[in-house]
């Protein structure tokens, strides 16, 4: 199958391409409709669920696996290579619980108003780049996950913009992202809102 990266994707190394559990999956379209079936599934359980607490590595564990369950063997594991993002495999879990810690500290203490705290948990999670794949739309649900625990009506995620328009969102996602790399989260902001 060839699964070419487009901007802003995660390469599958062939260890992880190996663990591909729908072996009758053959393109790219295919694989992508396979996974976003996957996370529907995922998205009426986290309705359902009763979380008390998502900023923890079980909960975020947990849903990654939720997420690609059906599709990767390895869902809900932490990467164990490199990738073109994201600190070193080996630092994952210590950034991650470093992370965690901040954001909680982050909503007890108001350090943020709650939507520059979930768009800055998103962009940190982000580049931590915890699991060999799907991390933009984990990170996503996470962060509505928690806006959900705040309170908080979910981010749109460019949404606004119409479908017709994704490569536009995806490129005002991508460059936003980028400004935060910079600690500038007014373009993250405007447009998880967008």
């Known amino acids: 199958m060839s699964r070419e990266a487009q901007d802003g994707q995660t390469p599958l190394d062939p260890d992880e391409t190996a663990g591909l559990i729908p072996r ?3 393109t790219k379209g295919a694989l992508d409709d396979w ?6 599934q995922a998205i009426k359980w986290l309705r359902r669920a009763r979380v008390t607490e998502v900023l923890t590595e079980r909960f975020c564990r947990e849903l990654h696996r939720r997420m690609f369950d059906q599709t990767w063997e390895w869902a809900g594991t932490f990467r ?19 992370l965690l810690d901040n954001a909680r500290y ?3 203490h108001q350090t943020f108003v709650p939507d520059e705290s979930a768009a800055r948990f998103h962009h940190a999670l982000v580049w ?7 991390n933009g739309r984990h990170s996503r649900m996470m962060t509505d996950a928690l806006l959900r625990q705040l309170g908080r009506r979910a981010f749109s995620w460019g949404g606004a ?11 005002r996602y991508l460059a936003a992202l980028r400004m935060a790399d910079q600690n500038d989260f007014a373009r993250l902001l405007d447009f998880v809102r967008s």
């Open 106 to 108: 982050w909503v007890a």
């Open 80 to 98: 164990v290579s490199n990738k073109n993002i994201g600190c070193d495999w080996p630092m994952v879990p210590g950034r991650l619980k470093q």
């Open 128 to 134: 931590i780049h915890p699991f060999p794949n799907g």
């Open 35 to 40: 996974e976003q079936e996957n996370i529907l």
């Open 24 to 26: 009758h999956i053959l």
């Open 161 to 171: 913009q119409g479908v017709a328009n994704a490569s536009a969102v995806r490129a």
